[in-house]
């Protein structure tokens, strides 16, 4: 970022949604403390790792529309524990939610950069995908930036709290899915036993 200014936020912005494990709730507040030692401004810092957000979610939408839906429902098939049924659900309930789910999904770790997938796959409208995946990100980036930038030198404190919030992320959807895993083998389990007498 010292080298490249405000072009090199974005780029590991753009990097981090195609490689999660590149935590933006560290990159974004580094790039807040590098604007406020002067390699670029604050307005720079949040407007090109926000650009370099929505590119990398572009990229993810189009690798999901590239893979498209017929291709999706064939690896789905193949799937163990699941079925057709649970994907047309998933499908049905993308076509309600999916506009929030674009939305806020920019503000949720993991998620932030699975979300633009299905986008791709389902075929949201461009224009509506990249606006707001643009007004999420803004919202996200300018939180971090702007905390990176006020405590300077003691910018990585923001990271311990993202920390805390990612784990907790991380444990509910933990749980879901345990959940969802014991409630369907149980179900298949039922299916299989077998009928009783009269």
């Known amino acids: 970022m ?3 200014g405000g072009p090199g936020a974005g780029l590991l912005i753009a990097a981090e949604n195609l490689f999660p494990p ?11 403390f590098t604007a406020s030692q002067g390699s670029f401004t604050l307005a720079g810092a949040i407007g090109w790792t926000t650009a370099g957000s929505v590119v990398g979610a572009l990229l993810l939408y189009t690798l999901g529309a590239v893979f498209g839906r017929a291709r999706f429902h064939a690896v789905w098939s ?7 049924e649970d994907l047309h659900r ?3 309930w993308f ?6 789910a ?6 949720i770790p993991i998620f932030r950069s699975l979300i633009s997938i299905p986008a791709g ?3 949201m409208p461009l224009p509506v995908f990249t606006g707001l995946t643009l007004a999420g990100s803004l919202i996200w980036n300018t939180v971090f930036v702007v905390a990176g930038y006020q405590l300077g030198e003691n910018w990585h404190v923001v990271e311990e709290y993202a920390g805390v919030f990612q784990k907790i992320v991380l444990v509910v959807v933990a749980v879901a899915v345990s959940w969802w895993v014991v409630n369907r083998v149980r179900t298949l389990r039922q299916g299989r036993a077998p009928t009783p007498g009269p």
């Open 102 to 107: 674009i939305f806020f999904g920019r503000m």
């Open 121 to 123: 796959v389902e075929r």
């Open 78 to 84: 193949r799937l163990p524990l699941v079925n057709m």
């Open 90 to 92: 998933t499908e049905a």
């Open 2 to 4: 010292e080298r490249l």
């Open 95 to 100: 076509e309600r939610h999916g506009r929030k």
């Open 22 to 32: 590149l935590p933006s709730e560290i990159i974004l507040p580094l790039a807040g």
